[in-house]
Nanobody, 115 residues
């Protein structure tokens, strides 16, 4: 069982930045693919960015060029650097760890972008 804890959410103005962090408890953290998802009110949860255990990265089109995902296996963490935030980025952000058909989720952190 992987325990994931997110932090770093908050309220920012359009154009500002936030850095989300997710720390895991699993000793073999490096084997997991990791992803950030978000869910806005009334919408389905969507994958924002993913980084495989091989380091391969992909982003959803709407955040391409603004968000950066990275991982530090020694620290058992995955980071989402979010720049040039827009009001439509407002959502609860979740990290997910995946291995062998199993998914583990964090509790989520709220990101609100508003002037």
């Amino acid at each position: 069982q992987v325990q994931l804890v997110e932090s770093g959410g908050g309220l920012v103005q359009p154009g500002e930045s936030l850095r989300l962090s997710c720390v895991g408890s699993e000793m073999n953290f490096r084997l997991y693919s990791l992803a950030w998802y978000r869910q806005a009110p009334g919408k389905q949860r969507e994958q924002v960015a993913r980084i495989g255990n091989d380091g391969f990265i992909n982003y959803t089109m709407s955040v391409q060029g603004r968000f950066t995902i990275s991982r530090d296996n020694a620290k058992k963490s995955v980071i989402l650097q979010m720049d040039n935030l827009k009001p439509e980025d407002t959502a609860v952000y979740y990290c997910k760890a995946h291995l062998g058909g199993y998914n583990f989720w964090g509790q989520g952190t709220q990101v609100t972008v508003s002037s």
